[in-house]
């Protein structure tokens, strides 16, 4: 993983010692990671929306800051 963190890093690295590095990470972890990540991004982009439009969403009923659904 040395090589991934310099390449991340920006320092220069052996392409070849990059994707052995890459070639080692299990492809079902990656996928969660990822399923992660854009669940994390979906819940701020709803938050944030619901923030712009003056809404919550609590108990999954959505109410409006002056109590009309």
């Known amino acids: 993983m040395a090589a991934f963190e310099n390449f991340a ?7 070849s010692s990059l ?5 080692q ?3 079902d ?3 969660e990671l ?4 854009n669940m994390a ?8 929306y619901l923030q712009r ?3 919550s969403f609590i108990d999954g ?5 002056m109590g009309i659904e």
């Open 9 to 15: 890093l920006g320092k220069l690295v052996n392409p």
């Open 19 to 23: 994707d052995e590095d890459l070639d």
């Open 25 to 27: 990470i299990d492809q």
């Open 29 to 31: 972890e990656m996928e």
């Open 34 to 37: 990822d399923l992660q990540l």
């Open 41 to 48: 991004l979906l819940v701020r982009r709803a938050k944030k």
């Open 53 to 55: 439009i003056g809404k």
């Open 61 to 65: 009923n959505t109410k409006t800051r």
